[in-house]
């Protein structure tokens, strides 16, 4: 039997451990934390608010117990504040509800499931030392450490990283008390204010112990109007902040967000940071010469700001699942990893990543081109903006361009007149 080591257990080394241990693996977990320091004693790595593809691969390994019974979101809602006074809106409906579960419930439930199903889960802190232990007993060492410090042993790409420093100070909580914005936007989505200093977003929630709620992420522009986190040493803090925030800047939320409360009982329901999106190589080497392979943030960081990065978490295990269940009893190499890696990037990796890093620049016409669009035509916003987010190939090459967005705007709708007549 093949000997995979995972170090992490965020989304991304669960979803891979538990992907392996179904297939007959046998894998060992390393966790900096157990199971309880999860749900009690933890924060969030963050809102993830995952698309329904990605909760599919959840469902298909049989390990989604939330997404029945969690706050659904049905798309997005985006404002944006013209210089004449008034608001863009955009509503774009997703085929199918995504959510974000409160991630230190379910790596708790996970962590435990996968003892139960005969994955082997190791507290430990794994630094160079003990990796380089860990990879002489196993056929592949996966790093799955988020933006963990032993990530670094793998070199940061600086051609696809494009960012080298971060692109928004960030700030994260949990609240209850909203009202939500279904009187404007029909639905329960994923709301989004667009300010000329950054963002602010407000995301259905489903907390550990308060259940359905909401998060906020804040994604100020270093040194502008919304950076105002720096300091923080509470959730309750914060939230004040961002009360102040929203009634300075984004007055037309306040009736939706007034009353809100931080989260009850959840001293660390909360964040703020910031570091810049990266992409790393393929694998890193050990000291000895050992391969390690990059998973999750560990090889692609996204800043939150196009809610891709537990997304990608998802899909890239499942990805690195597969191929190593593909490559059978063949060595894993550092040819295999890089032809895997190259494979990932180019169907799904570098895509989420340059869409989600759209939103962060502030020339884009391409993307503005489609967001007036989808403000004008609601059925422009669900088909081509809730229709394709779960899923970013699809916006290429055509998002690159506001014309050749303009022509497949055009495209679409003629479709759509053709169906009609
Ligand atoms: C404010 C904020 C909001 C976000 N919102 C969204 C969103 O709405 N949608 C979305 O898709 N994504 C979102 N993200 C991104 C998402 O949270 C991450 O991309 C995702 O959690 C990454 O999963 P991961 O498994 O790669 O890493 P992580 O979840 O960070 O897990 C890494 C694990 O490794 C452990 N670890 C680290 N070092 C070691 C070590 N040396 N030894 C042992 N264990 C170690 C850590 O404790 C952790 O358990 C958000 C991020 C932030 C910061």
Excluded: C
């Amino acid at each position: 039997m093949r000997r995979i080591s995972i170090i992490g257990s965020g989304q991304a080394g669960l979803i891979l451990a538990h992907s392996l241990v179904g297939r007959g693996y046998d894998v060992t977990l390393y966790s900096d934390k157990t199971a309880d320091e999860w749900l009690h004693a933890s924060r969030p790595t963050g809102t993830a608010y995952l698309f329904a593809e990605s909760l599919q691969i959840e469902r298909d390994i049989g390990i989604d117990h939330w997404s029945n019974t969690m706050h659904k979101g049905q798309g997005m809602h985006v404002e944006m504040p013209l210089p004449d006074g008034s608001l863009l809106s955009i509503v774009a409906r997703t085929a199918r509800p995504g959510g974000a579960v409160d991630q230190r419930m379910k790596f708790h439930r996970w962590m435990n499931d996968l003892d139960d199903l005969g994955g082997r889960i190791v507290i430990e802190t794994v630094d160079v030392a003990a990796a380089e232990r860990i990879a002489a007993q196993s056929d592949l060492t996966i790093l799955a450490v988020g933006k963990g410090d032993l990530g670094r042993i793998v070199a940061r790409d600086p051609a696809r990283s494009v960012y080298e420093r971060p692109a928004r100070n960030l700030a994260m909580g949990i609240v209850t008390n909203i009202k939500g914005w279904e009187s404007r936007s029909g639905i329960t989505a994923v709301k989004y204010s667009k300010l000329p200093f950054g963002e602010i977003f407000w995301v259905p929630f489903t907390h550990k112990t308060a259940g359905p709620s909401w998060s906020f992420i804040v994604e100020a522009i270093p040194g502008g109007a919304l950076d105002k986190f720096g300091g923080a040493a509470s959730g309750p803090e914060v939230v004040e902040t961002v009360r102040g925030l929203v009634r300075e800047f984004a007055a037309w939320d306040e009736e939706n967000v007034g009353a809100m409360r931080y989260v009850e009982g959840d001293d660390l329901g909360w964040l703020v940071g910031a570091f810049p999106p990266t992409v790393r190589q393929a694998f890193g080497r050990l000291p000895s010469g050992a391969l390690v392979v990059p998973v999750g943030d560990s090889a692609i960081t996204f800043d939150p700001i196009g809610g891709h990065g537990g997304n990608n978490a998802s899909h890239h295990a499942r990805h690195l699942a597969d191929e190593i269940i593909a490559r059978n009893v063949m060595p894993f190499d550092a040819a295999w990893a890089t032809e895997m890696w190259e494979r990932y990037w180019e169907s799904r990796g570098r895509h989420a990543y340059r869409f989600n890093n759209m939103f962060l620049e502030s020339d884009t016409p391409g993307l503005a081109t489609l967001l007036q669009a989808s403000a004008r035509d609601p059925r422009v916003a669900d088909a081509m903006l809730g229709g394709n987010v779960m899923t970013p190939r699809n916006f290429f090459p055509w998002i690159e361009s506001a014309a050749e967005t303009e022509s497949m705007i055009a495209a679409v709708q003629a479709q759509w007149d053709v169906q009609r007549a």
